[in-house]
Each structure stands twice: as C-alpha cells, then as structure tokens.
C-alpha cells in the first residue's frame, strides 16, 4: 500500500512558476507520475519518472518548461513548472504504481489533487 501527500500548487500568472512535491509513503521503487485533469477530459500524464531506471517522460506540451525529479532518500517526487501558460490550469495528481509508457489507468495509487491555476 502507498500513501501520495501532495502539496505545492495555487495561483500564479503567466511566465511564472510552481513547485508541486509529492511524498509517498511505502515502496521506493514504484514508477511515479504527475497527471492533470480538466473538467470533461481525460486524465492524462505531464511527466513520470520510471522507478527501474530513473528515465522520464514529459508530455509534448510541458517538454522544456516542466521537470520532474525524485529524492530516493526522502521518497519524494517533485514537478517544477515553468513559464506557465494559462492552458496549464487543471487539478493535478500524484501518481504511482503504473507504468509512465502505458495509460494513466495502469497506476493503482493516487493523491488527493491539488489545483494549478495560471492567469492569463
């Protein structure tokens, strides 16, 4: 079982930034993932981190501008987001478990959400 605590996000303006950070409680060795949700949409991968090898993967639409990072020793996985774009605005969520090549479905454990609004 793991338990996500997610925290960061809120409000920013465009060309701004936010951190989210997402501590995870339990097995180290899990692929983990930040995902976004918008009203109406499918929830959809913004970037992952593969738990075997460390590699990555971005969404075409944050590449450049969105990283992600993990701290073994905390168990902690971070997104920096940069140069936001008022199309970021959606409620994002911690993920694990699943495979960051496969569909969001695969991943069995979630957190709570935490809304990333930018204005325009």
């Known amino acids: 079982q793991v338990q996500l605590t997610e925290s960061g996000g809120g409000l920013a303006q465009a060309g701004g930034s936010l951190k989210l950070s997402c501590a995870a409680s339990g097995p180290t060795s899990y692929s983990m993932g930040w995902f976004r949700q918008t009203p109406g949409k499918e929830r959809e991968l913004v970037a992952g981190?593969?738990?075997?090898?460390?590699?990555?993967r971005y969404a075409n639409s944050v590449k450049g501008r969105f990283t992600i990072s993990r701290d073994h020793a905390k168990n902690t996985v971070v997104l920096q987001m940069n140069s936001l774009k008022p199309e970021d605005t959606a409620v994002y969520y911690c993920g694990a478990g699943g495979s960051i090549w496969s569909s969001p479905a695969t991943f069995g454990f979630w957190g709570q959400g935490t809304q990333v609004t930018v204005s325009s």
């Open positions: 981190i593969a738990g075997n090898d460390g590699s990555t």
